[in-house]
Nanobody
């Protein structure tokens, strides 16, 4: 199983950015997925999660209303649309595949992890 995260970069506060996660070696549409992030000097934290069918999503309070998680089964790709970015959103963003079809906010239920993509938001 391989998860390739991409789309990170340097943006200014208030800008938008979309990061992607393309999966291979796994039946993409059969599992829930999630995004986590790790800021410099901090532990990795939950950002958003989406069920196998995309009918259920859940967000961290810090990103609710600004970020949108989605998935495209035809492209084996999950997305995180990030709007109104803030300097505190600066982090390496990781995607992960869940051990099931639902959603989860903790890291333990996730089986596979991507390598991460860096998002830097300047003030």
């Amino acid at each position: 199983v391989q998860l390739q995260a991409s789309g990170g970069g340097l943006v200014q506060a208030g800008d938008s950015l979309r990061v992607s996660c393309t999966a291979s070696g796994v039946t993409f549409s059969a599992y829930g997925m999630g995004w986590f992030r790790q800021a410099p000097g901090k532990e990795r934290e939950f950002v958003a999660t989406i069920s196998w069918s995309a009918d259920s999503t859940y967000y961290a309070d810090s990103v609710k209303g600004r970020f949108t998680i989605s998935r495209d089964a035809a492209k084996n790709t999950m997305y995180l649309q990030m709007n109104n970015l803030k300097p505190e959103d600066t982090a390496v963003y990781y995607c992960a595949v869940l051990k099931g079809r639902g959603i989860a906010t903790h890291q333990v239920p996730y089986d596979y992890w991507g390598q991460g993509t860096l998002v830097t938001v300047s003030s």
